[in-house]
């Protein structure tokens, strides 16, 4: 069974950079990918991820994160530029089987078979 381990979280100031990885069991490139967030008090969100080279990501984290892997895929990254207050969260890496679905409903919880423990980026103003 793949498990996911997430690492990198921190405190960092608003503008700021964080990368958070994702280290995996096994190679994952029969899966795709995705970060999710949930924020304090709201519900879990995607946020970027990725499928065969193909890159994904929300309107809030467009042209801020962005995703990448390893050549042996089995540590995955999100790197977050110039941060906000409300990028605040815990930040999960999850895995599912690849397939249309992971362009067309990236963001559907239930797609994902695997979730890692999560890891907290708190950004202040």
């Known amino acids: 069974q793949l498990q996911l381990v997430e690492s990198g979280g921190g405190s960092v100031q608003t503008g700021g950079s964080l990368r958070l990885s994702c280290a995996a069991s096994e190679s994952t490139s029969q899966y795709c990918i995705t970060w999710f967030r949930q924020a304090p008090g709201k519900e879990r969100e995607g946020v970027a991820g990725?499928?065969?080279?193909?890159?994904y990501t929300s309107d809030s984290a467009k042209g801020r994160f962005s995703v990448s892997r390893d050549n042996a895929e089995t540590t995955m990254y999100l790197l977050m530029n110039n941060l906000k207050p409300e990028d605040t969260g815990m930040y999960y890496c999850a895995a599912a089987p690849g397939g249309s679905h992971c362009y067309t409903d990236w963001r559907l919880e239930g797609n994902y078979y695997y979730w890692g423990q999560g890891t907290r980026v708190t950004v202040s103003s």
């Open positions: 990725d499928y065969y080279l193909t890159n």
